[in-house]
């Protein structure tokens, strides 16, 4: 088993914080008791918390759209993309609970710059789902009135498992995900 670096220490720790207390809850000598270190040593691998909050986001918005982005790609149509899609985005959540927590949170304590760093990231994926939408629009494969709505409908949807998802609940997260993809794909009337 590989051995974290002491910087991923701290983002994991920071991670784990900001989604059980919040980004104002949580102190950074909390961050460093976490990660294991002491709190004055942490700056010199950070520059700020805020800092630690947009590398979560960072890289919760790299995992969704590793995740998410071939699918794109593949020779499937709209709607067996639009499965895979789901499911994949609501394993990313199951797998890496806190970071997607974060990812999803809009923290309003946090500064105008990261907010728009963070939105900007998040709309980024969003992005992906719209080219699914539209395709399957194109294709007759869904009917979507207003395809931003439709986005926001199925994001919505999938991203609030972060909140009354528990694993070893009466679904595991792959039945959870079944049950969202004959939902979504019932909305859209997809055949």
């Known amino acids: 088993m590989a051995r974290k670096n002491r ?15 919040g980004f104002r809850a949580t102190t950074v000598r909390d961050i460093a008791e976490e990660a294991g270190i002491l709190s004055g040593s942490l700056y010199a691998h950070i ?7 947009l590398e979560i986001v960072q890289r919760a918005a790299q ?3 590793r995740a998410v982005e071939p699918v ?12 895979r899609m789901i499911r994949a985005h609501l ?3 199951d797998g890496s609970r806190a970071w997607a927590r974060v990812y999803l949170d809009d923290d309003s304590e946090l ?3 990261t ?17 699914v939408l539209e395709e399957g629009v194109a294709a007759g494969e869904f009917r979507v009135e207003d395809e931003t709505l439709t986005r926001l409908f199925i994001l919505s949807a999938l ?31 997809a055949d």
């Open 7 to 21: 910087r991923d220490a701290i983002v994991e720790a920071a991670a784990e914080l900001f989604a059980a207390k």
């Open 47 to 53: 520059a700020t918390k805020e800092d630690l909050y």
């Open 63 to 65: 995992d969704f759209t």
């Open 72 to 83: 794109l790609q593949e020779p499937a149509g709209p709607a067996a993309k639009l499965r």
């Open 91 to 93: 394993g990313v959540i």
């Open 111 to 113: 500064s105008q710059d």
């Open 115 to 131: 907010r728009v760093e963070a939105r900007r990231l998040r709309r980024e994926y969003e992005r992906l789902w719209d080219a």
């Open 159 to 189: 991203n609030g498992i972060i909140r009354w998802y528990r694993p070893g609940g009466r679904l595991s997260a792959e039945a959870v995900a079944e049950r969202y993809v004959q939902l979504v794909l019932r909305v859209l009337k």
